[in-house]
């Protein structure tokens, strides 16, 4: 199997972000979005996915984060499906349950070439950290939509709102590790009676 990394740069007259990964990465991380709490997040799904993620953005903060966050899903997504190529011989689908004290949550993920995203996910506040929680489904929409792949994020339990968010993105990174691993039974096969995804 061929290196499995993608770099891709995403500008407009609001934000301009540069993503590289490495899927099969030990999980090193440099971030700087502006955004602190979104980065806290996504070096949970470098350290537990073991993606390695450089990504640089700037954006109209003085607005609000929203075009930041939304676009950073975006250009994530089209970095994982350049990186992830055609698909012959990966598991496919990935899932992972992750506690954090009080909290608990599911991700379950399918590179199917479908983009579906179900997330339920109650948070007991509007914000944390300064960061608008209902930005969590903007960003999950970009990835989706342009990963191409189906999520589903639930969390199950859970009081406090940094426990929430916390467990949701290490268990999408835990998902996507489990989905991504290269199966040696399949052997260059492509996971699907279709023959493509």
Known sequence: ??????????????????????????GKFNCVTG??????MLEQVARH????????????LHIDAHHTVEDLGIT????????????????RYGHAYVPLD???SRVVIDFSGRPGLEMHVPFTRGSVGGFDVDLFSEFFHGFINHAKV???LDN???????H??????????????????????????????????
């Open 1 to 26: 199997m061929s290196d499995r990394i993608a770099s891709v740069e995403r500008n407009t007259l609001e934000t301009q972000i540069k993503v590289s990964i490495n899927l099969d990465g030990t």
């Open 35 to 40: 955004v602190p709490f979104l980065d806290h």
């Open 49 to 60: 996915g073991l993606i390695d993620l450089d990504i640089h953005a700037v954006g109209d």
């Open 76 to 91: 994530l997504g089209q970095a994982f499906e350049i990186a992830v190529g055609d698909k012959k011989g990966i598991k």
């Open 102 to 104: 009080e909290a608990l």
């Open 150 to 152: 189906t999520l589903h």
């Open 156 to 162: 199950l339990r859970g009081k406090n709102t940094h």
């Open 164 to 197: 929430q968010a916390e467990t949701i993105f290490k268990a999408f990174g835990r998902a996507l590790r489990m989905a991504l691993e290269v199966d040696e039974r399949m052997a260059g096969q492509m996971p699907s009676t279709k023959g493509c995804l």
